[in-house]
T-cell receptor
Framework: DQQVKQNSPSLSVQEGRISILNCDYTNSMFDYFLWYKKYPAEGPTFLISISSIKDKNEDGRFTVFLNKSAKHLSLHIVPSQPGDSAVYFCAASARASGGSNYKLTFGKGTLLTVNP | DTGVSQDPRHKITKRGQNVTFRCDPISEHNRLYWYRQTLGQGPEFLTYFQNEAQLEKSRLLSDRFSAERPKGSFSTLEIQRTEQGDSAMYLC????????????FGPGTRLTVL
């Protein structure tokens, strides 16, 4: 049972435009959300995160939006650059209920291709 | 390089053989995680160490799998009597107490069981 869902396996955008990657979750115990970027032959790299007490977090070109009532989050990349082409994973953790274990539950990922 | 390192990067083995992977976390990180990633899937949690104590194991970790973290530094993941279904990327991650959610991942060990 997928607790974190990324329903778009791939997304293609033009350089300079906005990229919007979506993620839905089902477990209401999740209270912290992260986005990771992964290039081939490398491990995932942390990109940006958001706590459930916020609805937006911004870091440079990257903004994550959280809609708790809809159990939905999105990552906006503006402007998109060819170097952003990678697989993006949405991940979640249940900090309050997980004890000392902050294990992450990942979605299947979305392959973003930014065309020059 | 102060990132998470894993060794080997690739391992090809025959069914029934035992394999062992090593992970060296970022030196000041006391939390260490193992994940497994198969084709088309995101990483799936396997096990978690806080210092040398293994505090949680996933149902995915069958009896053929064992992980250790002696002295709370590097960790090893051993798979005994490998099966073709064990073929996957094995990822190690570490984090610190002051940034517990932000896990730093190594490059992974790709296991192929023939």
């Amino acid at each position: 049972d997928q607790q974190v869902k990324q329903n778009s396996p791939s997304l293609s955008v033009q350089e300079g435009r906005i990229s919007i990657l979506n993620c839905d979750y089902t477990n209401s115990m999740f209270d912290y959300f992260l986005w990771y970027k992964k290039y081939p032959a490398e491990g995932p790299t942390f990109l940006i995160s958001i706590s459930s007490i916020k609805d937006k977090n911004e870091d440079g070109r990257f903004t994550v939006f959280l809609n708790k009532s809809a159990k939905h989050l999105s990552l906006h990349i503006v402007p998109s650059q060819p170097g952003d082409s990678a697989v993006y994973f949405c991940a979640a953790s249940a900090r309050a209920s997980g004890g000392s274990n902050y294990k992450l539950t990942f979605g299947k990922g979305t392959l973003l291709t930014v065309n020059p | 390089d102060t990132g998470v390192s894993q060794d080997p990067r690739h391992k090809i083995t025959k069914r029934g053989q035992n394999v062992t992977f090593r992970c060296d976390p970022i030196s000041e990180h006391n939390r260490l995680y193992w994940y497994r990633q198969t084709l088309g899937q995101g990483p799936e949690f396997l096990t978690y160490f806080q210092n040398e104590a293994q505090l949680e194991k996933s149902r995915l970790l069958s009896d053929r799998f064992s992980a250790e973290r002696p002295k709370g530094s590097f960790s090893t993941l051993e798979i005994q009597r490998t099966e073709q279904g064990d073929s996957a990327m094995y990822l190690c991650a570490s984090s610190s107490d002051w940034a517990r959610d932000e896990q730093f991942f190594g490059p992974g060990t790709r296991l192929t069981v023939l």
